[in-house]
């Protein structure tokens, strides 16, 4: 199915869902902190340092895959917090 068949949030209830059910427990204890890329409609996932090389892996086996990115062990992909500096 292609991507756009998805509702606005499915894609990432599913893939929250397959990560909880089938692939956190393979995951998290070795590869925390990575990259994973899941195909919600195979289950298919790969995992890398690098969001795009993960991405680009998957594709390579599913070219249309309905795709969602996270990182193993967090709740959030990207952390966007930071400090402002203020020179003086």
């Known amino acids: ?19 909880k059910e089938k692939i956190k427990h393979l995951v998290e204890p070795t590869e925390k902190g990575k990259f994973i890329v899941i195909d919600v409609e195979s289950g298919d996932y790969e995992i890398d340092q690098e969001i795009i090389t993960a991405t680009d892996r998957l594709h390579e086996r599913r070219p249309n895959a309905a795709t969602y990115a996270g990182r193993v062990g967090y709740s959030t992909t990207y952390d966007l917090s930071g400090s402002l500096w203020l020179e003086q």
């Open 1 to 19: 199915m292609p991507f756009e068949d998805y509702q606005l949030g499915e894609v990432t209830e599913l893939a929250k869902a397959i990560y």
